[in-house]
């Protein structure tokens, strides 16, 4: 279980790999936008909800996603609906 009051980026980039399936040797640049990725679709984004209700015990809302369009974003998001 994340704490995300104290979480890291790092803790955070595992997550969502384990999430999203992304290998390891895959190079995840927080400020690409997450719909010119392979690894984002509509599928994607309800795993994402799945771990921050599991995770985190935070809900996200679909326009709060669609309105992230990096995964600094999410993080943030994740960050600021935590506090």
Do not use: C, P
């Not at 980026?9 to 999203?20: A, G």
């Not at 771990?51 to 600094?72: H, V």
Request: aromatic share 8%; net charge negative; hydrophobic share 40%.
């Amino acid at each position: 279980m994340g704490n995300i009051e104290n979480m890291e980026w790092k803790e955070f980039e595992e997550n969502v790999r384990e999430t999203l399936e992304i290998e390891d040797h895959i190079a995840i640049n927080k400020d690409d936008v997450l719909e010119n990725t392979e690894y984002w679709s509509s599928m994607h984004a309800l795993l994402i909800m799945a771990l921050a209700e599991s995770e985190y015990d935070i809900s996200l809302t679909g326009e709060e996603l669609r309105n992230s369009k990096t995964l600094r974003d999410l993080f943030d998001l994740f960050q600021s609906k935590a506090g």
